[in-house]
């Protein structure tokens, strides 16, 4: 009777590390694609970062170039204005009555 309980303990034992063996060998595998899944949402992650800070950049950059256009805009007009400011200068030739200051229509003399 010993000896056939030994038999079966020891069988049940065999089967048990099959068992703790087959899990573990499972349990690599999840490992394996679980490292997988990290490394991929890593990439993706730092990708995302990066398109983040590029937007960033462009919309930055895109409101830096709309107030320069705006202040570029504004100065050509307060320069234009300046030039209409003064009166156009006769040439020598134009006889001393034809010299007189015309108003001018936008805003000028």
Known sequence: ????????HSGEV???????MAMRAELD????LM??????EKAITQLMNELQQQAIQATTQ???NESRVEQ???DEVQRIK???????????????HLQQ???????GR
């Open 82 to 96: 300046s030039l209409l400011s003064s009166p156009a200068v006769p040439p020598p030739s134009v006889t001393p």
């Open 72 to 74: 570029d805009a504004s």
């Open 62 to 64: 895109h409101a830096f």
């Open 29 to 32: 595998r999840c490992k394996d």
């Open 14 to 20: 065999n089967a048990l590390y099959e068992q703790v």
């Open 35 to 40: 490292s997988g899944f990290a490394d991929r």
């Open 1 to 8: 009777m010993v000896t056939q309980l030994a038999t079966e």
């Open 101 to 107: 200051v015309v108003p001018m229509p936008f805003g």
